[in-house]
């Protein structure tokens, strides 16, 4: 497991670090970019939201098509796309097109936090998950360490070939999404009976406890095996949950 950990915790860490600053670059590049374009304050407000607008309709579907397509191709889409769009934005010429780019952007990126959750369950048992994603989302914090000092940095030192800089921090924070939206195709594997860089003792010992897991918990609880989207979609306490995240989540952002 300890292998396991190595392989995966820390690049999936790289990934969602690139994924929030990419999500909240544009209140840094605000600072320039409001009088550039001429937005006002209701403006830039509209921006800001409509990409959770994408996010929020392309989350379920998006963790859908995840599990048809397999987690190693989804998630590189998810960081490819994103990463063209956000760089895009460095190009946007009036508010019209920031409010396109903005919500084709919540579209790309929708699904990339609950997708790593559940490629994390094909890989860790119920007794390390907990830990494993704790450490995964760690990453926020770091975002928030490492963005606010990097974006300001961009904006104040580069203007190569007079760009202005608020544009070069979409760009040079968007390229890397796409890069390791390739990386990520070759370097992620599917699962663990997949992976060529565990021992074959180590994949048959993971897969079949995890797969011994699996089996406890529908023994245990017997609707757990029938459930699909549209039960899961329907159920009160996936509802419940959501609402308690939701009021989280605003009160957070209000803060």
Not at 11 to 20: D, E, G, V
Not at 119 to 134: D, G, N, P, Q
Not at 232 to 254: D, E, M, N, Q, R
Request: proline share 4%; hydrophobic share 50%.
């Amino acid at each position: 497991m300890r292998k396991v950990t190595l392989r995966l915790v820390p690049f999936l860490f790289l990934l969602y670090i690139i994924s929030y600053l990419d999500r909240a670059n544009i209140g840094y590049a605000a600072l320039e970019m409001n009088e550039a374009l001429g937005l006002t304050s209701e403006m830039f407000g509209i921006a800001s939201g409509i990409f959770f607008i994408g996010y929020f309709l392309f989350e379920v579907p998006s963790n859908i098509l995840m599990e048809r397509y397999g987690a190693r191709v989804w998630i590189a889409r998810i960081l490819i796309t994103w990463g063209i769009i956000s760089v895009a934005t460095g190009f946007a010429q009036n508010a019209e097109q920031v409010y396109i780019i903005r919500f084709l952007l919540g579209i790309a990126e929708a699904g990339f936090f609950p997708g790593i959750i559940l490629y994390l369950t094909h890989w860790f048992r119920s007794k390390e998950l907990a830990k494993t994603i704790a450490m995964f989302m760690t990453a926020i914090p770091a975002s928030y360490i490492l963005g606010a000092p990097l974006s300001t940095w961009i904006m104040d030192h580069i203007h190569w070939i007079n760009i202005p800089g608020w544009k070069w921090l979409f760009i040079l924070e968007g390229a890397p999404a796409v890069i390791l939206g390739v990386v990520s195709y070759f370097y992620l594997t599917e699962r663990p009976q997949d992976a060529q860089w565990l021992a074959k003792e180590e994949k048959i010992w993971l897969t079949a406890d995890l797969e011994k897991e699996r089996k406890a918990m529908i023994k245990t609880s017997p609707n757990h095996a029938k459930y699909g989207h549209k039960k899961a979609l329907s159920s009160p306490k996936v509802w419940y949950l959501a609402l308690i995240y939701f009021v989280y989540i605003t009160g957070k952002c209000v803060n």
